[in-house]
């Protein structure tokens, strides 16, 4: 289990991220009705997934590391893209919030990992307090 990655800001509902092979060019999974294939890797460095179209999201989603000098890395995430049929209502309602609180969640993780606190640990808004209620999640 990682100690980066937020499992359980993900409402309950939702399985982890499952692939079907080791994390590799062409792995093809998801997590619940989000489904993606890694359309780029490089070891240690950066990670992106490109959305199925039946996904409702037309586009990418990225996550890299990179290094500005010995002691400093940046972490970068990107979310590109459309939305499409029942998601272009379900995106801004609730999976963009809930998003961003695993995003921001992933940064404070690794913001603990490196220096053993969170200088500003990010806080849920009452809409993502609310979705989460609803969707069974704690």
């Known amino acids: 289990r990682s100690t980066l ?3 359980t800001t993900l409402f309950r509902s939702l399985e982890l991220m499952v692939l079907d092979r080791p994390l590799a060019p062409g792995a093809d999974g998801g997590h619940g009705p989000i489904r993606y294939y890694a359309s780029e890797y490089e070891p240690g460095r950066r990670v992106r997934f490109t959305f199925h179209p039946r996904t409702g999201i037309i586009g990418a989603h990225e996550l890299s590391l990179d290094a500005l000098d010995e002691e400093r890395t940046r972490i ?3 979310l590109i893209g459309r939305t499409s049929g029942a998601m272009r209502v379900m995106f801004p309602v ?3 919030p809930l998003h961003d609180a695993v995003v921001e969640d992933l940064f404070d993780n690794a913001e603990r990992e490196t220096t053993g606190s969170v200088a500003r640990p990010a ?3 009452p809409r993502v307090r609310v979705l989460r209620r609803l969707a069974g999640g704690r």
Do not use: A, C, L
């Open 76 to 78: 970068r995430h990107v």
């Open 5 to 7: 990655f937020p499992y």
């Open 94 to 96: 609730m999976v963009e």
């Open 123 to 125: 806080t849920w808004s």
